[in-house]
């Protein structure tokens, strides 16, 4: 795997990746405290969140489970002093389908943060990782 970042100005910076996408990121900076992207710590910390988010729905197609929405919704804190760590993430899953088995979203899960997703993996070493669920049912859902 591979990554490239130029500097473009002041704390702005544009990373690509090797599949060749790009991102723009960065701090504040300015009299304004304008970003013009998601820091880099951000950029860990969504990337944890898709990480597991992908594992998330990928077993629950591979048990037929009739997944429609998965969100993941992280709060984090960091350490006080350099290098400012991860010290606490919390996940949040927020699974929706038509009469998804909590038990299979709650094994899912489970099985993201414990043993699948690589980003929690490496997270963890320094931060405590926990996480929750809840499982919206659509079938429930009254027409619009």
Known sequence: MKARIKWVEGRTFVGQSGSGHNVVLGTAYGPDGSTPGPSPMELVLIGTGGCSAFDVVHILEKGRQPVEDCIVELSAERADQEPKVFTRIHMHFVVKGR????????????????KYCSASAMLAKTATITHDFEVVDTSAASPA
Do not use: C, F, Y
């Open 99 to 114: 009469g998804l088995a909590a038990n299979k979203v709650e094994r899912a899960v489970a099985l993201s943060i414990e």
